[in-house]
């Protein structure tokens, strides 16, 4: 077979364009801590400017998802399945969209947390926003595997990493169930609109831990193929 034709059959690795997309829902995610210390300021300028942010980082990753698999070729030797990197994009669209709706409910909603429950939504944010950058740190490992063959220390590594970033998404549920049940104790304190909110804010939270667990459960699909 001429060579340029075995090149044309031979895929670069999707893996620098997959780290591109999810450094934005990163991004996104970032954010979500100085928009819930603004909402708790009652600074709702600046809580509109951060949502406007997480909603231009999410349309970014949304647009690099789209590039990829309007780009990704159907080559018959690529360095992993194709099947594989869609699922992988699939799982990040989710988690930046998760993102969005997080920033969308608290700024929409002009959110006033009672002030017994800030403590309690503080902490479960920051450990939902350490569940997605425990995947950034998993990510960043991506063309290291692949030299690797996903095979050795730096496959052991990452699977050290992706069972971490399980425990740590099972502590974000364990935080959102104290939440809701504090939550549900100040149901007689609270107008049933805002008992709502708050409830639908601490499932999207939640939400947005399992779907980075999703993402690291991805990845380590990688590892068994």
């Given at each position: ?5 075995l090149?044309g ?68 030797f ?56 425990h ?7 991506l ?10 220390h ?14 740590i ?57």
């Amino acid at each position: 077979m001429p060579e340029k034709a075995l090149c044309g059959l031979v895929a670069r690795s999707p893996f620098k364009q997959l780290r591109c997309q999810y450094e934005q829902v990163h991004g996104a995610v970032q954010l979500l801590l100085p928009l819930l210390r603004s909402a708790l300021d009652e600074d709702w300028q600046r809580v509109q400017l951060i949502e406007q942010q997480v909603r231009e980082l999410s349309q970014e990753s949304e647009r690099v998802s789209r590039d990829v698999c309007l780009h990704l070729p159907s080559t018959l030797f690529m360095p992993i399945p194709r099947s594989d990197v869609l699922d992988l994009l699939r799982a990040q669209d989710s988690l930046a969209h998760c993102a969005s709706e997080i920033a969308r409910l608290v700024a929409l909603g002009r959110m006033r947390l009672h002030p017994a429950m800030q403590d309690e939504i503080r902490i479960h944010l920051l450990r939902a926003v350490d569940t997605v950058a425990h995947v950034m740190a998993v990510v960043e490992k991506l063309d290291e595997l692949l030299e690797s063959r996903f095979r050795g220390h730096e496959a052991v590594l990452v699977q050290a990493m992706i069972n971490e970033l399980i425990n740590i998404e099972y502590s974000s549920r364990q935080r959102r169930d104290e939440a809701t049940i504090k939550l549900l104790g100040m149901k007689d304190q609270l107008p049933a609109a805002e008992l709502i909110t708050l409830d639908k804010l601490i499932e999207y939270i939640a939400d947005m831990a399992a779907q980075a667990k999703q993402v690291g459960l991805r990845l380590e699909q990688l590892l068994a193929n």
